[in-house]
């Protein structure tokens, strides 16, 4: 075990020093020497033709160095999208052009029309100013399901209607679910909407292209999770760079929650202009330009029915969802509604019938992406509030009906293609109870109506998939990328290791836990192991950090790259040993002989490995560096069962959480402290969602909620402390380490515990509430009490 | 332009500005004070704050003009004389009140305000005054439990980790 830490320990972080100091290094941070500022003048209306560009005035403007317009990019590549999605009568789908700048039409506010360089960001947004821009609007297509109507106005004229594709799944089980709804019992029906979102990290977007004429070399720095799927994406499909001449880099990254996943216009904008205007050029968003070019989440309207038998077994499910994709295709965007959405459609339970429908529709809006979840939030949110309604309808205890539904015999296959390696959802409901003291509600709920308020209980569970994988799978499920990760770890001559990785922290606290799972292995103290990430010229091929993977896939390469490191010590150590090497121990950090007092440290054999004197080299080259690339065979598996307590004002609608208690199932887990920050944001977010967020657009598509003037952001006072716990622990059973992943957990399993509390507050009250709509602002709940 | 000067982190600064330079990008661009970040275009995020004669005040909001002459305190200064982190920058590291680190220089100043206005708050006023901070990544239980602990009070009964 080392000495400061190791797998299990909560190690303070090593990323907080510099963070807490005020010396990180943010890509706006970076500033190139001659770099010039860029401003994008954008679209105010959400659909028209662009009639005028007329850029002459403004080219005279003080400090311009060129301007750009659509016309400039008429040469390059669109914007590429990564997942290919074949719809349920086996066409592909539709696939617009997305020009780097704005060609012809504009199609949602926000879009990029003309970029002025200029020596300031001042100069260039004054001089931005003086572009003159006739559009000539066209009807704004807003709602999704009079997008598809016959005759609607089109997005892009060139597709045949606003329909992305018509995905159904599993289509083979239609029928089946079609009968078994006919014989059921009982039907419980829900209609929902799933609120559009703004990941909004604190840090807004930057990127900073660089230009080197004499070696014809590109070096993008940007705020990305994930810089080789940049480099790959921009380079090959939109401005045609190879990879050994593009570097792409992306240093401390201020958070990202899956909107920094995407490769978007100002990427490409910036290492084009860059070469075009001979100087680094660099663009910092604003918040205001984050909330109308940054990909937005969920946005899902949805019916679900789920079928019952007599004897309250769930028989069958069946979905219906429109999926706003917005104008253009963003990277992953058809990925999320279907096979990061479908898939998760059995939740906890052992449903044997399923079928998802799943329409993906543009409209003239921003383009909607993976946000923390990405699709497993919005199969959780229908299945576990149609489940809570039917137990409602039924008369029986919501708990009961759940545990009743329960998976638990283990791998399971379900109707919807995945296979659970482990979990015990009986024991995160066990533990979840235990946490929040339930036979108590009832005097709770008392003296919150003593003070003149209703008090509600919401209780739900979740699984989600994580690890997304494995390669040659997704590529059948329409996947344009591989998912492995890959993992260099290099040893120097004195000791030490610099581990680089293709996973990317942006807030995750990898420098600390990958760290403690080297040391783990070997037996050496965390300070002596070094984390690199983030630099496409550092760190071999990865596909960095999104769909809580990082330590299922990224961590699994590491333990393979230091398993063949320490294979090899090993038979260095052996050697110096003069001892068989199966005979060899390593143990804290030093190679014994087995049954002897012989050994030698660790850093005598790093040392021999770079000064080979006394070294086996007619058998194992010098050096000690390895690589190694991880492709899983499986996702993994987390689940849980979260409790939220709400009191409603009924005089208001104002919705306060009291309680918050989340019992989940993790597998292994390196870092207990970082696990559990990590449930705390996802819960935020997710009650974020259930209680202020929403991105609303007028029918005209203007963006209402451009700042967060109008984007209710939770804040320190909407929020309790959180009651989180992750003992119960059924390993993962095909990665190494026996982890699950635990980032977008907390953000999958909050939303319906929020609105089974509320909803359960209400009709204590008598009120014959079913549903509401998130968010359940005070208007809504208000409302719904009327 | 008009030549300004001020009190930055006890060291005089100075530099041109035009009248419209607001005090963080003169923090960040001139000074090359980079710790100092800018998360919104109005003044409700809070990763800008730093103290301007000893009060919290949003430098995104405040024009660096408006600043001349002023003592001026951002994060790069707060550590202690040795370097190591002050009780406040060592709370949050030891009770994980950050992830990303970009709303943190906001959130340690303006703990560093509240506390020298009430030294003892309690979980609500904590709460209440960071209404100003916005965190996208901690569901702010760690940053409230961290300058708790900076103000010498017991967290232990507060939730584990």
Sequence with gaps: ?????????????????????????????????????????????????????????????????????????????????????????????????????????????????????????????????????????????????????????????????????????????????????????????????????????????????????????????????????????????????????????????????????????????????????????????????????????????????????????????????????????????????????????????????????????????????????????????????????????????????????????????????????????HATMDKLEEMIDLPGFAARRKASEAKGKLRGLGVNCYIEACGIAPSNLVGQLGARAGLYESATVRVNATGGLVVMTGSHSHGQGHETSFAQVVAEMIGIDESMIEIVHGDTSKVPMGMGTYGSRSIAVGGSAMVRATEKIINKAKKIASHLLEASESDIELKDGAFSVAGTDKSVAWGDVTLAAYVPHNYPLEDIEPGLEETAFYDPSNFTYPSGAYACEVEVDPETGKVTIESFAAADDFGNIINPMIVTGQVHGGIAQGIGQALLENCAYDENGQLLSASYMDYAMPRADDLPMFDVDHSCQTPCTHNPLGVKGCGEAGAIGSPPAVVNAVVDALRSAGKEVTHIDMPLSPDRVWAAMQ | MAQVSMTVNGKTASGEVEGRTLLSSFLRDTLKLTGTHVGCDTSQCGACVVHVDGVAVKSCTMLAAEADGADVATIEGQANADGSLNVIQQAFQDHHGLQCGFCTPGMVMSAAALLKENPKPSEGEVRAYLEGNICRCTGYHNIVKAIMAASGQDVSAIAAE
């Design chain 1, 1 to 425: 075990m080392p000495k400061d830490g190791g797998i299990g320990a909560s190690s303070k972080r090593r990323e907080d020093v510099r963070f807490l100091t005020g010396v990180g290094n943010y890509t706006d941070d970076i500033n190139m020497h001659g770099q010039a500022h860029v401003f994008f003048l954008r679209s105010d209306v959400a659909h028209g033709t662009l009639t005028t560009v007329d850029t002459s005035a403004a080219a005279d403007m003080p400090g311009v160095v060129q301007i750009f317009t659509g016309a400039d990019f008429e040469a390059v590549g669109g914007m590429p999208c990564g997942w290919q999605v074949t719809d349920k009568h086996g066409e592909v789908m539709q696939e617009p052009r997305h020009p780097v700048l704005a060609h012809g039409k504009v199609r949602h506010v926000g879009e990029p029309i003309a970029a002025v360089v200029a020596e300031t960001l001042e100069q260039a947004r004054d001089a931005a100013e003086a572009i003159v821009v006739d559009i000539a609007e066209l009807p704004a297509v807003m709602d999704m399901k009079a997008a598809v109507a016959e005759g609607a106005p089109k997005v892009h004229d060139d597709l045949t209607s606003n329909l992305c594709y018509d995905w159904g799944f599993v289509e083979e089980n239609k029928d089946a679910v079609n009968k078994a709804f006919e014989e059921a019992a009982h039907v419980t029906t829900l209609e929902l909407v799933n609120n559009r979102l703004v990941a909004n990290p604190m840090e807004p977007r930057v990127a900073v292209g660089d230009y080197s004429r004499g070696t014809d070399e590109h070096t993008l720095f940007t705020t990305s999770q994930n810089p080789h799927v940049i480099r790959l994406l921009m380079g090959a499909f939109v401005l045609g760079i190879p990879e050994h001449k593009l570097r792409v880099v992306s240093p401390d990254v201020g958070g990202g929650f899956g909107t920094k996943i995407f490769h978007y216009q100002e990427e490409a904008f910036c290492t084009f202009a860059a070469k075009a205007c001979n100087r680094p050029v660099k663009w910092t968003s604003s918040r205001t330009e984050a909330f109308m070019s940054d990909a937005h989440g969920r946005d899902h309207v949805t019916k679900i029915e789920l079928a019952l038998d007599a004897d309250n077994n769930f028989t069958a499910l069946r979905t219906d969802t429109y999926a706003n994709m917005g104008a253009y295709l963003s990277t992953f965007a058809p990925s999320v509604p279907t096979w990061l959405h479908g898939t998760l459609m059995a939740g906890n339970y052992k449903t044997p019938l399923i079928y998802v429908n799943v329409k993906a529709v543009f409209t003239n809006t921003v383009p909607v992406d993976a946000y923390r979840g990405a699709g497993r939030p919005e199969a959780t949110f229908q299945l576990e509030r149609v489940v809570d309604k039917a137990a409602r309808e039924l008369g029986v205890d919501p708990i009961a009906l759940r545990r009743q539904n329960f998976i638990t015999e283990f791998p399971y296959a379900t109707p919807v293609a995945v296979e659970y390696d482990t979990g015990d959802y």
